[in-house]
């Protein structure tokens, strides 16, 4: 029987006000419940907020470095359970093991980075007109901040969004997504583990119909960070705005590479394969076009094919699968009609577009890693995210149709450009409407210590990560300290 999880507000193993659980199951093998979680609704929500509300003036007053030494006891149980993680992380989002690992060594990452960072600076002394005046800035805690993530990287959006907040003197109600909410409760247990104090971090789990209003709306809510669809993300700025809170939102991409006539072909088609098919593509910074300059497009075409004709499908947990299980039948469903209707739009589908069958296949939510050409600029392919393993090879006449072309669509989180030439990397650099640029690198892949963010409609520019992180999850205060009269 499948273990049942629990809220966790206040310190406190809670179940719902519903007493109603639904249940996660495992992408690659559907008969396999990972566990049942709470179906909470909008007075879990309630109760989570008002325990993060009654715990934030305690917490924002302890100093950065005991705040710090949290997040390094975390990461020090995080390391010695790394493994119990990263299968949770397979077998709950069906992720392939060794990227699963991989996303637990930069969550340990992100709590060691945030963990020092809590003895560092976080003011400035400035010169005043007067002498006598002691001029100084200080950053103080926002509150209450609501954090709303998704199933794709369960340990560690979350972890990236909490470790800033948390070593700034915010408290926080995280709210996992539904599909993938077993990562929520063990960082949950990885904080009642390290003594963090009753209230300052708080799980709720459920749809995000029944509480994400609450979470959103909530007067003692001070700001939101929100990682999800961009329709979601959209009602959230209108929300937030409403009541002049902050807001947070990374959300979609249509990642390009272009391939310059003067790149490594070799290169270019092995690095595009990998950022647009594993995870199954199921990454906001997954390579999804590639934009391939002059009469270099049969060759790269026959590289990326035969590049994606060797990837294994399978489940996670086998190492040596690169394809593995989507998130759940709705999303198999979507990215089956998104080629479909690629199809239909005049695409040719060069390999994959179906469904793989067998035994192992038949027991999950697998699709094939399809490669399509012949797609104009302007289909519903080349500009919609799909979020799966689907690769969308377009044709341009120079680098210039081609920068217009990958600038095109409504979102602009990550690039990337194939060449040799330091004059057309440097001038890519600058000119591609992106917030992550790589050059001859995986559109996928971020490192912790540097900021996170797209343009357009990918983020609303608030950046995450690094040194950027305090900007947001911070207010600056400015201080006049004149000499007393007396």
Not at 250 to 278: R, W, Y
Request: aromatic residues 6%; hydrophobic residues 40%; glycine residues 10%.
């Amino acid at each position: 029987m499948a273990t049942t999880y629990q809220n966790f507000i206040n310190g406190t193993w809670v179940n719902g006000q519903t007493g109603e659980t639904t249940p996660s199951t495992n992408p690659a093998d559907l008969s396999d419940v990972v566990g049942e979680f709470q179906k909470s609704n909008a007075e879990d929500a309630k109760v989570a907020i008002a325990a993060a509300h009654g715990a934030k003036k305690a917490w924002a007053g302890t100093s950065g470095l005991a705040r710090g030494q949290y997040l390094l006891k975390a990461a020090s149980y995080l390391e010695s359970h790394a493994e119990e993680f990263a299968q949770a992380i397979t077998r709950e989002a069906g992720k392939a093991i060794l990227e699963a690992r991989g996303e637990v060594g930069r969550a340990v990452a992100l709590l060691q980075y945030y963990g020092v960072d809590g003895s560092n600076p976080v003011g400035t002394v400035v010169p005043s007109v007067n002498p006598n005046i002691l001029l100084y800035t200080n950053r103080m805690p926002l509150g209450v901040v609501s954090l709303i993530t998704p199933w794709n990287f369960p340990l560690a959006i979350p972890i990236w969004k909490m470790a800033p907040a948390l070593v700034y003197g915010n408290t926080v109600v995280l709210k996992p997504a539904s599909a993938a909410p077993l990562l929520g409760a063990l960082i949950a247990r990885m904080w009642a583990e390290v003594g963090l104090p009753n209230g300052v971090f708080n799980l709720v789990t459920g749809s995000g119909g029944a509480i994400g209003n609450e979470l959103v709306s909530n007067l003692a809510v001070n700001a939101v960070s929100f990682t999800g669809s961009t329709k979601v993300g959209h009602g959230i700025a209108v929300e937030s705005a409403r009541q002049g809170n902050r807001y947070q939102l990374e959300m979609g991409g249509k990642n390009p590479v272009i391939v310059l006539p003067d790149a490594d072909l070799e290169q270019a088609a092995t690095i595009t394969v990998s950022g647009a098919m594993k995870y199954s593509g199921q990454k906001c910074t997954a390579t999804s076009r590639a934009i391939v300059v002059g009469g270099i497009i049969e060759e790269f075409t026959d590289l990326v094919v035969d590049k994606t004709k060797a990837l294994k499908i399978g489940p996670g947990a086998d190492a040596d699968s690169i394809v593995v299980p989507v998130i759940d039948q709705a999303s198999k469903d979507n990215i089956k009609a998104a080629v479909e209707r690629g199809i239909r739009d005049g695409g040719n589908v060069l390999f994959g577009g179906g469904v793989p069958t067998g035994k192992i296949f038949d027991r999950g939510t697998y699709v094939q890693p399809t490669v399509i050409t012949k797609v104009a600029p302007d289909a519903f392919v080349a500009c919609e995210e799909i979020f799966g393993p689907v690769l969308s090879i377009i044709p341009a006449r120079d680098y210039d149709e081609a920068l217009q072309i990958a600038n095109s669509v409504e979102y602009g989180l990550s690039a990337g450009v194939f060449t040799r030439s330091l004059n057309s990397a440097m001038d890519f650099a600058n000119r591609i409407e992106a917030g992550i640029v790589k050059i001859n690198g995986e559109t996928a892949g971020v490192e912790p210590q540097v900021p996170f963010g797209g343009m357009k409609s990918s983020s609303t520019g608030n950046r995450e990560q690094g040194k950027a992180a305090i900007e947001f999850f911070t207010q600056m205060k400015t201080i006049y300290m004149d000499r007393s009269a007396t």
